[in-house]
């Protein structure tokens, strides 16, 4: 059984840093793309960044958020600095298997809160 699970979420203050991780288990493949995606209240989800055979950002994110990945520990990670308050949202991971994408998930996490506020 495929499981994500997100952890790092919290307040943090306009400008500030956060590092959000996702620790995936009961899958194992050499080919499938990895991740995040926001959700902030009354707007739809949105990807965020993507981690497969390429990288890519949201423009909104692009300069200031990094997406990384750790084979060892099964773990994505996305490294926001600079937050600014439109950046609150529900954060979640995804995984999309047999794809060297993600937008298009097939599995994911629980979601992590993360408040920009002062």
């Known amino acids: 059984q495929v499981q994500l699970v997100e952890s790092g979420g919290g307040l943090v203050q306009p400008g500030g840093s956060l590092t959000l991780s996702c620790v995936v288990s009961?899958?194992?493949?050499?080919?499938?793309?990895m991740g995040w995606f926001r959700q902030a209240p009354g707007k739809e989800r949105e990807g965020v960044s993507c981690?497969?055979?390429?990288?890519s950002y949201a423009d909104s994110v692009k300069g200031r958020f990094t997406i990384s990945r750790d084979d060892a520990k099964n773990t994505v990670y996305l490294h926001m600095n600079s937050l600014k308050p439109e950046g609150a949202a529900v954060y979640y991971c995804?995984?999309?298997?047999?794809?060297?994408?993600?937008?298009?998930?097939?599995?994911w996490g629980q979601g992590t809160q993360v408040t920009v506020s002062s």
């Open positions: 995804a995984l999309e298997i047999l794809s060297g994408a993600c937008w298009e998930p097939d599995y």
């Open positions: 981690l497969g055979v390429s990288t």
């Open positions: 009961g899958f194992t493949s050499d080919y499938y793309g």
